[in-house]
């Protein structure tokens, strides 16, 4: 089962038929983390090994721990508390071996997925009327289905398709975003790789950009594609979660857990 599997349900879903995750952390912003066991509080920093065994860590102010400690109380579908000692009262089945979904298959099984609230978007960028904008299920500006106009500043286009290029993306088209100074950048990716490398060439183009051009680029709306045009994930980059990839403060799967739009 392929990690961006794993971490797209994981935020979509908290319940599905055989999950690969153990335990749920709670965050106050309202988003949630799947991890194979409970976390582990080493000073001010608690650290989680994520379902692809990947090691990090968020600070413990982040956490609701009441909430936490209630979800998994519940034993929430088959989800269960991995303990220290004592043997476990549901075992997973063993996983049948089968080959790697596609992101395309993953977003094709959407429509039956239960989709959260949408989450606020960062405290720096304020509140949009989006007045007769199309929405995607949770409640997010809907990229997809936006009309494809062409980005008002040449200079900008010009400087993102320089940069992107430059670093191997190819398939990219830029268009006018729901802000004038947020352009919605479609890229296509087929991969998890390429989903997590996208995600961070995009948050160095906007450090960068926002830097010489603060007036210019507030954030980058992104959508990622298949080559079959299915849906991959979309974001919406702000020059503060930007930084958190660029000096990675976060890694680019967590990121994905915490910020994809659905």
Same mark, same amino acid.
């Given at each position: 089962m392929s990690l961006f599997r794993r971490f797209a349900i994981a935020v979509v879903l908290l319940v599905v038929t055989t999950p690969t995750w153990a335990y749920i952390v709670c965050l106050k912003d309202g988003s949630q983390i799947a991890t194979k066991e409970k976390y582990r509080i080493v000073g001010e920093k608690a650290y989680l090994i994520l379902p692809s065994g990947t090691e990090t860590s968020l600070s413990v102010s982040e956490i609701d721990f009441e909430k936490t400690e209630e979800l998994n109380q519940l034993n929430l579908g088959t989800a269960r508390v991995i303990e220290a000692t004592g043997p476990t009262t549901t075992p997973e089945a063993p996983e049948p071996e089968a080959q790697e979904d596609t992101l395309g298959d993953l977003v094709g099984r959407r429509s039956r997925l239960s989709l959260?609230?949408?989450?606020?978007?960062?405290?720096? *960028?304020?509140?949009?009327? #989006?007045?007769?904008?199309?929405? *995607?299920?949770?409640?997010?500006?809907?990229?997809?289905?936006? =009309?494809?106009?062409? #980005? *008002?500043? =040449?200079?900008? *286009?010009?400087?993102?398709?320089? #940069?992107?290029?430059?670093?191997?993306?190819?398939?990219?088209?830029? #268009?006018q975003g729901t802000a004038a100074d947020s352009p919605l950048i479609e890229i296509v990716a087929n991969s998890e790789a390429s989903v997590f490398k996208v995600l961070k060439d995009c948050a160095n183009a906007l450090v960068q950009l926002h830097g010489r051009f603060p007036e210019k680029v507030g954030a980058l709306e992104l959508l990622m594609v298949t080559g079959a045009q299915v849906r991959a994930g979309q974001f919406v980059l702000t020059p503060t979660m930007a930084n958190l990839l660029v000096t990675e403060a976060i890694d680019a799967p967590t990121f994905f857990c915490r910020h994809v739009q659905f």
């Open positions: 959260p609230p949408a989450r606020k978007r960062e405290e720096e *960028t304020a509140a949009a009327d #989006y007045g007769e904008l199309p929405l *995607t299920q949770a409640g997010f500006v809907d990229l997809m289905a936006l =009309s494809r106009n062409p #980005y *008002t500043d =040449s200079e900008i *286009t010009i400087e993102l398709l320089q #940069y992107l290029k430059g670093q191997g993306v190819e398939e990219i088209k830029i #268009y």
